[in-house]
C-alpha cells in the first residue's frame, strides 16, 4: 500500500465515522480543498478517499453540489 494509498484509507474511515455519528449530516457538501487543509494532504488522496466512502454509499456526487453526504 503506497502513503497515499494509506492516507486515503485513514481518511475515508474517519469521514465515514463522522457521518454515521451525525458530525457530518446528509446533505453536507464535501470540499476537497478543506479535507486536504484539515488532514494535511493533497488533493490526490482526497480524490481517492471519496471514490472510496462513494462506493460504500455514505457519500454521493451531484453536478451542481458536488461531493455530499447521503442520508
Do not use: K, N, W, Y
Not at 464535501?30 to 462506493?55: M, N
Amino acid at each position: 500500500m503506497t502513503h497515499d494509498q494509506a492516507a486515503s484509507a485513514r481518511i475515508a474511515a474517519e469521514l465515514r465515522s463522522r457521518i454515521i455519528q451525525g458530525a457530518l449530516v446528509p446533505g453536507t457538501r464535501i470540499r476537497q480543498e478543506e479535507i486536504a487543509e484539515e488532514f494535511g494532504v493533497s488533493r490526490l488522496p482526497i480524490r481517492e478517499t471519496l471514490r472510496i466512502l462513494r462506493a460504500g454509499h455514505p457519500c454521493g456526487i451531484d453536478r451542481s453540489m458536488g461531493f455530499h453526504t447521503r442520508s
